[in-house]
């Protein structure tokens, strides 16, 4: 078993950026694929980003693709999201999620795929 904490949400303007991180302890990290999502109140959980074992592979959602990145270090048991150029419909609360898996160099983009998941942190764009 595996336990997410996110952290780095806020309050930004349009334009802005943060960085989101994801600690995970328990179980070895590196044995994990890593997501980001999002979800708004009344709303759908959104894929945000996916990264494999090892962090050779990823993917992100063509809404914010070229403007958000994910990354992680597995010696520090933390998966990221870089936020650039921040807008407003991107403000939601942000988590992380795990999956455990034998392939190293693979992501998985189905939400419902993973099996731990943090707490969320806010992020909130202004115009």
């Known amino acids: 078993q595996v336990h997410l904490v996110e952290s780095g949400g806020g309050l930004v303007q349009a334009g802005g950026s943060l960085r989101l991180s994801c600690a995970a302890s328990?179980?070895?990290?590196?044995?994990?694929?890593m997501t980001w999502l999002r979800q708004t109140p009344g709303k759908e959980r959104e894929f945000v980003a996916a990264?494999?074992?090892?962090?050779?592979?990823?993917y992100h959602a063509d809404s914010v693709k070229g403007r958000f990145t994910i990354s992680r270090d597995n010696a520090k048991n933390t998966v990221y999201l870089q936020m650039n150029s921040l807008k407003p419909e991107d403000t939601a609360v942000y988590y992380c999620?795990?999956?455990?898996?034998?392939?190293?160099?693979?992501?998985?983009?189905?939400?419902?795929?993973?099996?731990?998941w943090g707490q969320g942190t806010q992020v909130t764009v202004s115009s």
């Open positions: 990264i494999s074992r090892s962090g050779g592979s990823t």
């Open positions: 999620a795990a999956k455990e898996t034998r392939y190293s160099g693979t992501y998985d983009t189905a939400l419902n795929d993973y099996d731990y």
């Open positions: 328990g179980r070895t990290f590196s044995s994990y694929v």
